[in-house]
């Protein structure tokens, strides 16, 4: 996108997407600023996530991601957009930076089963609750998306609210 990235990153440790993003955000900032001759900060925000129950919704979080620069009017069909994983999930275009997710390896037995499994995905609009409402609301706001038995099983292992309160009321009263 013109203005952000899309990521859906399985970490392999709790600290591991800050590190990927650390990483990153180190990199292309030495990058840009020796390209560009200049210096200071480049990035406005730090990143925003959301934990997603993944046999629920990691599919839909592809769909929502790859279909994001078709909802800008940047391109007709997602195959077209460069920076986009839908290449290599929907037609077998070769990327080192992408592995391919449990969810997604359940699509089929082949290759090819799964491509075109996953090519049907985008056959149908995206609940525009998830979207517009849901994960949007719960990146922004660093929450579980959806599945009110995970925000208790997220919440009670870290200890941390994954949802909501209302305004006034004390923390202690969410857990």
Avoid at 11 to 34: A, E, L
Avoid at 49 to 60: A, F, G, I, P
Avoid at 99 to 105: D, K, N, V
Wanted: net charge positive; aromatic share 10%.
């Amino acid at each position: 996108m013109t203005s952000h990235v899309h990521l859906l990153v399985t970490p392999q440790s709790n600290d591991g997407v800050s590190m990927i993003m650390q990483s990153v955000g180190r990199r292309y900032v030495q990058y840009f600023s020796r390209t560009y001759k200049r210096s200071g900060t480049l990035w406005e925000v730090r990143f925003k996530s959301c934990l997603v129950q993944t046999e629920r919704y990691v599919l839909e979080c592809y769909r929502y991601i790859e279909l994001n620069p078709v909802r800008a009017s940047m391109v007709n069909d997602p195959a077209e957009y460069r920076w986009s994983s839908y290449s290599t999930n929907a037609l077998g275009a070769g990327a080192k930076i992408c592995c391919p997710h449990q969810e997604y390896l359940q699509l089929g037995r082949t290759p090819e089963e799964r491509r075109r499994n996953y090519r049907t995905l985008f056959s149908t609009q995206i609940d525009g609750k998830l979207v517009v409402e849901d994960l949007r609301f719960a990146t922004q706001k660093g929450l579980v998306l959806r599945a009110e038995r995970f925000k208790d099983e997220v919440e009670a292992l870290f200890g941390r609210k994954m949802r909501v309160g209302v305004a006034g009321t004390p923390l202690r009263a969410m857990l």
